[in-house]
């Protein structure tokens, strides 16, 4: 679990099966895999996608589903974190960087955990569940 801020990008890359290789993760030059927000940025895209693809398509191969969840696992523990700057990373620079439609918004929302949602709703709008 990250600590701080800085420690946010190596969990990610580490915990998110896929992340790492990812396209929305390899478009990153050297310096910006260095920088936090820019990879939160890019894991922003990465749930995006694969939210989507789930959504058009039904049903995952087990490879992408195993991603998808350890995205949102990863997610909740990054919004557990008794760190604020790990949870501001959280909202700042992957929730408010999704960028997909109303129907995979709210696939995404409803698939988070309890401390993830709170994130989400108050980047959003929207009433929360409290974590």
């Known amino acids: 679990m990250p600590t701080d801020y800085e420690g946010v990008r190596g969990f990610l890359l580490t915990n998110v099966p896929g992340f790492a290789d990812s396209i929305e993760y390899d478009t990153l030059n050297e310096v910006e895999t260095e920088l936090t927000g820019i990879v939160c940025a890019a894991f922003s895209r990465f749930l995006a996608r694969f939210q989507d693809a ?4 039904g049903v995952l191969s087990d490879r ?40 995979c918004m709210t696939l995404i929302r409803s698939r988070l955990g309890p401390c993830a949602r709170e994130l989400f709703d108050e980047v959003w709008g929207r009433p929360s569940d409290r974590c």
């Open 54 to 57: 789930e959504r058009r398509e």
């Open 64 to 103: 992408d589903a195993r991603t998808l969840e350890g995205a949102y696992i990863s997610l909740e523990q990054l919004a557990r974190s008794p760190n604020l700057d790990v949870r501001t990373v959280l909202k700042h620079e992957v929730f408010e960087n999704l960028d997909c439609d109303s129907q």
